[in-house]
């Protein structure tokens, strides 16, 4: 079906027209705060399938395929080839970090890619240095740089950040640029009323308030610019009031939060499939040992705090306890986060599941997970960073919802809850690229396929 025929077939059946999309010509720049494990991973990654030494696994951009039309029309091109996003070859890295090594130094200290592979990328990696950061010690106590920018106010600080991108912009031949936080997690904070507008932020940040943290002044930065902003962190970030408001003024993408990669990936995977067979869950204790700067960030209670509100909101998000007080309404959830050194990277986490059954017997489930953080979070960085450019050049402004597949703790309208099911996840996902270039969206209903419910019908 052609774009116009689809955008025809929408209307008729009162669905929005798909937009229209522009093409991605020329250079896209993808600028990172936080410089460390993932995005040394993310980028080495990218430079290794440029050059055919390895596979992009993990990522749907480049890696998944879509279904078009029925099961019976067999179209299920892979997604790169059907919406257009960038190609890795077109994408141009660059970002901030408190610390100055370069990034085949940075990844050479994470230790999370062998040596032969980042050798085999040396130059590349040797050729992205980072930018002076924004940093506050009051928002992650456990880390220190010295390369770090000084302002007078925070206005000033978010002033560089936009001078930097203008100039990097420029330096490269960039035609597009995406903002993707990859920064350590931020301490605790809520929302108050510097983050409620976008004059009010504004004055905030000439004030010096102490609730804006770093993350802000970078997402703050890139909106208003018109630039999509990704929160790969807990933090608040952009998940105020403000930010969605300067997002929609300026017309940019935002999405948020957290990295969905090793232990909440596994909680979004199963904890759907028992409530989809009506299970009962009582307790669900997980805990984690990590050592790498990640895990040494949230060794601080205030850090870890951070995160513990992100990954324990999943499972109520899914298993909606209001709405089954009798499976769910005494769930038990528990998190632990333990720095441990010697696993560098790779992370390892324990779940045991107390679950009941038919009569209220009782069971119970065990999962030893030994993944490697950076390794599962690297796709998703680069899938969400191509999906935000992509949505930015379709016209698609404000919260990206449809981006929650990739996100422990999605962003949503306000009043509006997460929906945190995986493979509802997916649907609205993959609906979402069918509506983008105006194909008919797929309900999985089936029934045509059967003559008798046909004629029902």
């Known amino acids: 079906m052609s774009k116009s025929n689809g955008a025809d077939h929408a209307a008729k059946n009162g669905q929005p027209a798909h937009p229209e999309v522009l093409p991605a010509t020329g250079k896209l720049g993808i600028l990172i705060p936080g410089l460390g494990a993932v995005a040394t991973t993310l980028i080495a990654g990218v430079f290794a399938v440029r050059k055919g030494i390895s596979q992009p696994f993990g990522s749907l951009t480049q890696m998944g395929h879509i279904r078009l039309g029925k099961r019976t029309d067999n179209r299920e091109p892979k997604i790169k080839d059907f919406v257009p996003l960038t190609e890795l070859s077109d994408i141009v890295f660059g970002g901030w970090d408190l610390y100055e090594d370069n990034m085949f130094e940075a990844a050479s200290h994470a230790k999370v890619l062998e040596a032969g592979l980042l050798h085999s990328v040396k130059e590349e990696l040797e050729a992205i240095k980072p930018m002076k950061a924004v940093f506050d010690r009051s928002y992650v106590t456990n880390l220190d740089g010295k390369n770090v920018k000084t302002g007078a106010t925070k206005w000033d600080l978010a002033q560089q950040v936009v001078a930097d991108i203008q100039e990097f912009k420029r330096v490269h031949k960039v035609d597009r640029v995406v903002v993707l936080w990859c920064g350590s997690t931020e301490k605790y904070i809520e929302a108050v009323d510097v983050h409620q507008t976008i004059e009010s932020f504004e004055q905030g940040m000439k004030d010096n308030h102490s609730l804006i943290a770093p993350s802000m002044i970078y997402a703050y930065a890139a909106l208003s610019q018109g630039i999509p902003f990704v929160n790969g962190a807990p933090n608040l970030t952009c998940d105020i009031p403000a930010m969605v408001a300067l997002s929609k003024a300026t017309h940019a993408p935002i999405a948020g939060k957290d990295f969905k990669t090793g232990q909440t990936l596994m909680k979004t995977i199963l904890a759907p499939g028992l409530q ?88 119970q489930i065990k999962i030893n997970f030994l993944c490697r953080d950076s390794i599962l979070a690297a796709p998703v960085a680069l899938d969400l960073a191509l999906f935000a450019d992509l949505a930015k050049r379709a016209g698609m402004s404000g919260i990206q919802e449809w981006l929650s597949f990739y996100l422990k703790s999605p962003q949503t309208a306000p009043g509006l809850h997460a929906d945190n099911d995986i493979f509802r996840q997916l649907i609205k996902l993959q609906n979402t690229l069918r509506h983008i270039m105006g194909e008919d969206l797929i309900t999985h209903l089936g029934l045509d396929y059967y003559q008798e419910f046909a004629e029902i019908l």
């Not at 009582?282 to 990590?290: D, E, K, P, V, Y």
């Not at 709405?323 to 992370?347: A, F, M, Q, T, V």
């Open 276 to 363: 989809a067979r009506a299970l009962g869950v009582r307790g669900w204790f997980s805990t984690n040992i990590l050592g790498n700067r990640d895990g040494y960030v949230l060794d601080h209670p205030d850090n870890f705090r951070t995160k513990e509100v992100s990954k324990l909101g999943v499972l109520e998000d899914i298993l909606r306890p209001d709405l089954h007080p009798e499976l769910y309404g005494d769930l038990y959830h528990k998190i632990r986060i333990n720095y441990y050194p010697p696993h560098g990277d790779n992370k390892e986490s324990w779940d045991n599941i107390d679950i009941f059954g038919w009569l209220g017997y009782t069971m």
